[in-house]
């Protein structure tokens, strides 16, 4: 049997009378890069989310490594948080403060390690995502797809174990965008780190994946390899990548 | 009237649920205490932030609190016949026990306040209170504890400045526009003054210090919606704890002053 990391188990949310999730059920492997996708407003960040508890379900349970991660109080919660690496769709990079200290500031609230450490760790992270100049601008100060940058670089300052990823190459220039692309793949390839990605752009989704997931009407629509992906006769899903206004979804 | 009671209802719902909301804050605050140690840095830089760029403000309206409630004590003084030189007696227990404290936190509520709501309302809707929370930092600790803390002690700190200035502020007025002399006011306040006045208002203060925090904290976690939903959180924030600061200093009053 394989190897179940993370678990999302019957999970239900509601905003109002709006049901976004309702009885989903997603199961993520060791090792696994899973991309997401669906159109917008389908559930996708949302879904991100409740893997780390970010938004609690109305039902279910999030599990990881068999541990319903809803019955963790705080403290447990925040250990099993410092597992994941998250770059948020917005980047939410701290506006009071630079792009170095957004991407310290995780290793400095650890305490483990001294300033001269971080300072090192923090360049070598901007570099791998080529913003090493930009380390004592404000986020205010950073277009669009540097925030983007900057928002990875905080989110594998840690070097976590497991990476969630909302639209990483989503207002990139597509050289960037490949870049980003390939550091995600290393990671996931050399450092073997588990990765859930949400996106839209089906390039970067087939150049990413080992498994592709679709949301739809708040459950997993399809679930395969990139292979299965391709050839698939799912008229939903080939309207979707085919990026058509006319199919089943848009009916 | 039936959507009339509906509505009284709704309200009733919405004051029940910011209540428990806020007992929950105030909870979540006293455990952080925990690790008080580890945010000390990020007090220090909210007692500069939120307190000492609040004294310019408070030593304004402090002139013109002592200054008018000299001229209006001198005013009732002239209606009922009472001696002048009771006057510095008057005025003063009214700025140190009352005048100085609620006024200094109604304005700290509005200046600080609201600025508190803004920026943890931003944080909130731009997901950057979800961005420290999936780095595994609390937020209560980080953003929650730093800010009370600081409003805790910089109330009680305005409210002794506001004290000296609204005595000056009167002094000024009594000696320029009712005519007694500055020594008669100062004896008359030497003579009233009572050093638990002073300290009840500075416990007062930093009641009001933490009404203020904390009702600021708390609307800026709920923000919700953008740009809009700051400013509605931000206005309910300087409403309710203005309101909860005159309500609390009436329990005050009832507690410490038996008639
Ligand atoms: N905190 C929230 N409160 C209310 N509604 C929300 C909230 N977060 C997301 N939604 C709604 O849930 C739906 C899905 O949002 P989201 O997961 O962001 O979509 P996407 O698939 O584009 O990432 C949207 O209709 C959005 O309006
Ligand atoms: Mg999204």
Redesign the pocket.
């Known amino acids: 049997m394989a190897d179940r990391f993370l678990e999302l188990h019957q999970i239900k949310k509601s ?2 009378r ?1 049901t ?1 999730l309702n009885n989903l059920n997603l199961t993520v492997n060791r090792g696994d890069a899973v991309v997401i996708i ?1 159109k ?8 991100l989310k409740h893997l780390i508890k970010l ?1 609690t379900p109305d039902e279910g349970e999030v599990r990881i490594e068999g541990e319903n991660i809803l019955q963790m109080d705080f403290n447990e919660l925040s250990i099993v948080r410092r597992r994941f690496g998250m770059l948020f ?1 917005s980047a939410a990079l701290f506006d009071s403060m630079t792009v170095a200290e957004n991407v310290g500031l995780g290793l400095k609230e650890s305490r483990t390690y001294s300033k001269d450490v971080i300072d090192n760790i923090v360049m070598e992270k901007l570099s791998m995502v080529n913003l090493a100049d930009a380390a004592d601008k404000m986020p205010s100060e950073l277009s669009g797809g540097m925030r983007k940058r900057a928002g990875l670089a905080r989110a594998i300052a840690h070097s976590p174990e497991i990476m969630l990823y ?1 639209e990483p190459t989503t207002g990139l220039d597509p050289i960037t965008a490949d870049m980003i692309n390939n550091l995600i793949v290393n990671l996931n390839d050399r450092l073997n780190v588990t990765s859930v990605t ?1 996106t839209h752009d089906m390039k970067s989704a087939f150049k990413i994946a080992d498994r592709i997931v679709m ?1 739809y009407q708040g459950k997993v629509a399809f679930d395969g390899s990139v292979e299965e992906v391709k050839n698939t006769t799912n008229a939903m899903v080939k309207q979707f990548i085919t990026g058509s206004s006319e199919g089943p979804i848009t009916e | 009237m039936n959507i009339g009671l509906e509505q009284l209802g709704r309200r009733g719902m919405m004051f029940v649920r910011k209540i428990g909301g806020l007992s929950m804050l105030s909870v979540q605050f006293v455990n952080s205490l925990k690790k008080l140690h580890r945010s000390i840095p990020l007090v220090f830089e909210q007692l500069y932030y939120l307190g000492v760029r609040s004294l310019p403000l408070i030593i304004i309206i402090s002139v013109f609190v002592g200054a008018v409630s000299a001229w209006q004590a001198a005013y009732q003084f002239k209606f009922i016949g009472a001696p002048l030189r009771l006057l510095g007696q008057a005025v003063g227990k009214a700025v140190v026990i009352e005048l100085a404290p609620v006024l200094s936190a109604i304005v700290f509520a509005g200046r600080v306040g609201a600025g508190i709501t803004a920026e943890l309302g931003t944080m909130r809707v731009t997901e950057q209170i979800d961005a420290l929370e999936s780095m595994g930092i609390s937020p209560v600790r980080y953003l929650v504890l730093p800010r009370v803390i600081a409003c805790l002690f910089m109330v009680p700190f305005l409210v002794v400045f506001a004290n000296f200035i609204a005595i000056m502020g009167a002094l000024i007025v009594a000696v320029n526009g009712v005519a007694i002399s500055s020594e008669t006011f100062l004896n008359g306040f030497k003579n009233s003054f009572e050093f638990q006045d002073l300290f009840n208002g500075l416990i007062k203060a930093s009641v009001f210090g933490y009404i203020i925090g904390i009702v600021g904290c708390y609307e800026g976690f709920n923000a ?1 919606g953008g740009a809009s939903g700051v400013g509605q959180a931000t206005t309910a924030a300087v409403v309710i704890s203005s309101v909860l600061i005159l309500i609390f200093n009436f329990i005050f009053a009832v507690i410490l002053f038996r008639i």
């Open positions: 905003f109002g709006q976004i669906g917008s407003g389908e559930g996708k960040s949302v879904l938004i769709q909302d949400v949301l | 919700k």
